[in-house]
């Protein structure tokens, strides 16, 4: 029995999540490659097995599997979600990510534990980076209570969860807290791990699209903190 097999009711009751991760579990595997899940394993350093499933026919499936699904409620989208990441090949978690994503005005505030725990829960960028922008920077926009929560999460020893903090502002442009943001790049400007600087750089260059002279001053400012990688990103384009 596979894990897939095994954790598929997991998680959250909803009728629709019912619904969904039933045909999910058999529309998927339909088309799986072993070839191309092996090399798909291998280029994200094997944190989880996949399908093989390449992008642009896993969301034609996707199409599949919600034609005609109503729109989901706070509560679907979050067993939904929890339910895929039960599941052990990543592209369920795709599929979880771009629900999210889709249905991203649809969440309160209270998503945001479900969304700590899916960056968490075998973490990687490929997942975490689109929660950051695209889940967690969207709740906090619509909610201001929820800055704080980003105040403690830049400081967090998860490096996700830090990494989330600073990437959280990445879609925002003029609507920018540049203040929040370059406390964050300096609160973890001496972060050992790759991740973390290159989300700093990402983050500042993203932001240049928006204040470049901004950034550019703040470089200059912080060189002696700032490690070259971060430095180097948030001026690529300047």
């Not at 600087?197 to 470049?212: F, H, V």
Request: aromatic letters at 10%.
């Amino acid at each position: 029995m596979t894990r897939s097999t095994r954790t598929a009711d997991s998680g959250t009751s909803s009728a629709l999540a019912d619904t969904v991760l039933a045909r999910l579990t058999t529309v998927y595997p339909t088309g799986a490659d072993p070839v191309r899940a092996g090399q798909a394993a291998a280029y994200m350093k094997h944190i989880a097995p996949f399908l093989g499933i390449p992008t642009p026919e896993r969301r034609a499936l996707s199409r599949r599997v919600l034609d005609g699904t109503p729109r989901p409620t706070g509560a679907d989208c979050s067993a939904i979600a929890l339910r895929c990441w039960a599941l052990a090949e990543r592209e369920y978690h795709y599929f979880a990510v771009d629900y999210l994503r889709r249905y991203a005005g649809r969440l309160s505030s209270g998503f945001l534990p479900v969304a700590r725990q899916l960056i968490t829960t075998v973490p990687w960028w490929d997942t975490v980076d689109l929660l950051a922008a695209h889940v967690v920077g969207p709740l906090v926009a619509a909610d201001p209570e929820l800055r704080p929560v980003m105040d403690e999460w830049i400081g967090d020893d998860d490096l996700w969860i830090a990494r989330t903090a600073l990437l959280h502002q990445l879609r925002y442009k003029d609507a920018t807290d540049a203040d929040r943001l370059f406390a964050y790049c300096l609160r973890q400007a001496a972060h050992p791990d790759f991740f973390v600087r290159k989300a700093i750089g990402w983050c500042l260059r993203e932001y240049a699209k928006t204040d470049p002279a901004a950034v550019r001053d703040f470089v200059a400012a912080h060189r002696d903190v700032l490690s070259p990688l971060s430095a180097r990103e948030a001026l690529k384009n300047l």
